[in-house]
Structures are given as structure tokens and as C-alpha cells.
């Protein structure tokens, strides 16, 4: 894949998951990285910072762009990753607050982010945006419908930025990643369980039905953090030059409509 040697590469929910796996890629790649979360980056990697920021507030996004703009002077690439997804037991039971905490992690984020960091990836020249979405924007879990609210509406601005940034050397893009395992599925009280709590079986068992039977993915796993990190690279690259507006599923075959 293309040297990103001397780029610099903003990933906002860096610090566990997708995102950490995105740092550690872009970094392989020789990009420096600036990564943003709530929580501290887990490990010490050359030109990488890790900034403790509440991504959730106006202030926390500013003060994470700052720190990309004092410190390197440039910005090459955008990953807006960070987000939430809580489980909800019925749609009269998400309250304003529960939207307005999803919406701001999801989506808010991602706008103060890019509306901030605009004017430097015009200087790049060859300025990448990625929103990690979600399958679930399109094939819903009632479950997840908040969640899945905010990934539909990441992928309306991914297109809409797209056009508009274009003329500036801009490319912005979405993964949609489906069934992910990260360790928010492993984690005491996370999807795992409680996915093993409804089907009523231990947690491994339970993932294999839900792979066979609930999303039937094609491949017959669930992915992990690096089929998603990969794709990403490769938006922020040069060896997709030539894309923007696209939205690359990493699904493993369990979206089945064209």
C-alpha cells in the first residue's frame, strides 16, 4: 500500500477497537497520528499522540483539531471513528437525552471535526476524509435505532461533503462495517453476553447462530478490527485516488441487496 510517510492523520475514537486498529495501520504506513478519545491511548508508538478529549462536546472537538494544528502544522487525513451504540429495549424507552448523547458522539463529532480541519487538508492538497457508518444504516436493528439513525445520517454528509470538497483535492468516503468483533462484544456485560442472554446458550455459541442465522454472513465469521482498518488505509491512500462519495461495506457478505 502507498508510503504516507510525512502525512498527518487525525482518527477520533482511537484508543480501543476499529480505531486503535486504524492507528496502528495508518502509523505501519508511516503517517503520523493524532488520536482523540475519552479514554487514554493504551500504548506508547512512535508519532503517534494521544489526546484525552470528550468528543461529545463542542469544546473537546476544537481542542482535539488544535492539537493536530500546534503540533504538526498540517493535516492530510480525517478518520472520524469514534462512536457509541448502546442497546435499547424499545424505542418508547430512549429518552431526548439518550438521542442527544448518540447524535452528539456519532454525528456532531464528525461535523465539528471536518468543519475544523477543512482549511488544513485544503493546504494538503490530497486530503482524505473517512466516516466509519454502519450496515446497520441500512438493514436496521430495532435494537440499535438510534445508532443506526446517526450512521444513516453520517453516510447524507459523507455525500454531501464529497461534492462540495471535491474541488479543493478533497476525497470523503464511509466504511460500513457489519458484524465487528471488538472488545466492546467481549467485554463483561457487552454484545456477547447479552447476545448469549437472549438466545439463551454460552457466548460462542451464541455468535455462531448469530452469524448463521440472524445476519447470515456470507463468509461465516464475524470480522475483526483490522478487515475494517485495512479499508480505511486504503480511503486515505493514493491507491483510491480516484474514489470519493463511495461507501465500502466490510460486511462479510450479510447485506445481500444490491
Keep these: 500500500m502507498t508510503d504516507l510517510s510525512g502525512r498527518v492523520a487525525l482518527v477520533t475514537g482511537g484508543s480501543s477497537g476499529i480505531g486503535l486498529a486504524t492507528v496502528r495501520k495508518l502509523r505501519s504506513l508511516g503517517a503520523h497520528v493524532v488520536s482523540g478519545d475519552l479514554t487514554p491511548f493504551p500504548e506508547a508508538l512512535d508519532a503517534v499522540t ?6 461529545s462536546t463542542a469544546d ?10 500546534d503540533e504538526h502544522g498540517r493535516l492530510d487525513a480525517i478518520v472520524n471513528n469514534v462512536g457509541i451504540a448502546p442497546t435499547r429495549n424499545g424505542f418508547e424507552t430512549i429518552t431526548d437525552d439518550d438521542w442527544l448523547l448518540v447524535w ?3 454525528v456532531m463529532s464528525a461535523v465539528r471535526i471536518t468543519r475544523a ?10 486530503g482524505s ?4 457508518c454502519s ?3 441500512r438493514v436496521v436493528d430495532p435494537y440499535f435505532v438510534d445508532y443506526a439513525a446517526t450512521k444513516a445520517g453520517l453516510l447524507a454528509i459523507t455525500r454531501g461533503l464529497a461534492e462540495e470538497l471535491g474541488a479543493h483535492g478533497i476525497r470523503v468516503n464511509a466504511v460500513s462495517p457489519g458484524s465487528i ?8 456485560g457487552g454484545f456477547a453476553e447479552q447476545l448469549a442472554s437472549r438466545l439463551g446458550t454460552d457466548v460462542e455459541t451464541a455468535i455462531e447462530r448469530y452469524v448463521r442465522d440472524e445476519r447470515r454472513i456470507t463468509l461465516g465469521r464475524p470480522g475483526v478490527a483490522e478487515d475494517v482498518a485495512n479499508t480505511i488505509a486504503f480511503l486515505v491512500s493514493d491507491e483510491s485516488s480516484y474514489i470519493t462519495g463511495a461507501d465500502l461495506p466490510v460486511n462479510g457478505g450479510s447485506v445481500k441487496h444490491i
Design 181 to 188: 468483533r471488538t472488545p466492546l462484544w467481549d467485554k463483561p
Design 129 to 132: 476524509i473517512v466516516m466509519t
Design 50 to 55: 494521544g489526546v484525552v478529549a470528550d468528543l
Design 104 to 106: 452528539n458522539v456519532n
Design 135 to 137: 450496515s446497520t444504516a
Design 60 to 69: 473537546g472537538c476544537a481542542a482535539l483539531v488544535a492539537r493536530v494544528r
Design 117 to 126: 480541519g477543512i482549511a488544513m487538508l485544503r493546504q494538503s492538497g490530497n
